[in-house]
């Protein structure tokens, strides 16, 4: 993947996980800039994905802890670096356990 492929992929990434989040009906605050998408809770704690351009990673820090994802281009999707579980699937039960609301992120082939 070339630096200008990853930079596209995080983008669309972070803008769906955006618009999802934009779309509900939550009390969720949203901020996108810079490559890095922090998620504000109502409880005010956040979750926050970053790019990491260097290692070709998209970070995602929450009150567990910080996790790394790869891009896998055979499932056209973000995998976790240390079990291979699809982002969508991963930051669906994060999101739940912070943020105490459930929603689907569908992310797979954007």
């Given at each position: 993947?070339?630096?200008?492929?990853?930079?596209?992929?995080?983008?669309?990434?972070?803008?769906?996980?955006?618009?999802?989040?934009?779309?509900?009906?939550?009390?969720?605050?949203?901020?996108?800039?810079?490559?890095?998408?922090?998620?504000?809770?109502?409880?005010?704690?956040?979750?926050?994905?970053?790019?990491?351009?260097?290692?070709?990673?998209?970070?995602?820090?929450?009150?567990?802890?910080?996790?790394?994802?790869?891009?896998?281009?055979?499932?056209?999707?973000?995998?976790?670096?240390?079990?291979?579980?699809?982002?969508?699937?991963?930051?669906?039960?994060?999101?739940?356990?912070?943020?105490?609301?459930?929603?689907?992120?569908d992310l797979i082939g954007i």
């Amino acid at each position: 993947m070339t630096e200008s492929e990853f930079n596209d992929q995080v983008d669309a990434t972070l803008d769906r996980i955006e618009e999802i989040l934009d779309d509900a009906e939550t009390d969720i605050d949203v901020q996108l800039g810079g490559g890095i998408l922090t998620i504000i809770c109502e409880n005010r704690s956040q979750l926050i994905f970053t790019r990491q351009a260097p290692v070709k990673q998209l970070w995602l820090a929450t009150k567990g802890g910080g996790f790394h994802f790869d891009y896998d281009a055979k499932q056209e999707q973000w995998v976790l670096d240390s079990t291979a579980e699809p982002l969508d699937q991963f930051f669906a039960k994060a999101f739940s356990e912070q943020a105490g609301e459930t929603l689907e992120f569908d992310l797979i082939g954007i």
